[in-house]
């Protein structure tokens, strides 16, 4: 029997408002002797009523068809546009985005451009760092239309947070 990940999520009180593929266009899956998943899924989950949502963002639909990054250091990096339009659709800026799996720092790096704040946990120091180098750039080139978030500081280890909420 297939589960679906909302089954997981039903009992906390989360609710999926709406579900996109994201068909990257591409897949490696050499010697599975089955068909190669071209497409991973992106779940927008909301609780209660009081989720964000932008209309701007209504032509967009639900299939993204956005190439798979090539030429980040991290081998798994997502491309830039793929959190780009779920932070549009679903926050303001000055918003916070959380990204607990933060790799090389994609999410936070589109985050702050769009002139949101952002927290990141990553747990391999390679990463982590790969990710605030990132993330201090994007901070210098925010978009000239939005308000500049706070600087980049890094927590108190042992917990690798990046925190630019400036507290
Ligand atoms: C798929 S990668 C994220 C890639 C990221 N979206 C990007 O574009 O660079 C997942 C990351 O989560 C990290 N990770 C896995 N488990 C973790 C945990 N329990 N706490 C913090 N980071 C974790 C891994 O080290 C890895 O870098």
Known sequence: MALHPIDWFKPTGWQLRTEIVWDRGGGMMFNARMFCRFDER????VRGD???WNQDSVGLGTVWR???EQNKEHPVAFPEEL???CIFATT???????DPYMGGGTTGAAAVKSGRRFVGIERDPRWFDCALRRISE????PDMFIEKPARAVRAERPADIFDTTGR
């Open 42 to 45: 992106i779940q927008w989950l």
């Open 50 to 52: 009081k989720w964000k």
């Open 66 to 68: 956005i190439a798979k």
């Open 83 to 85: 959190p780009h339009r």
């Open 92 to 98: 303001d800026p000055g918003d916070l985005v959380l």
């Open 138 to 141: 994007a901070l210098k080139q």
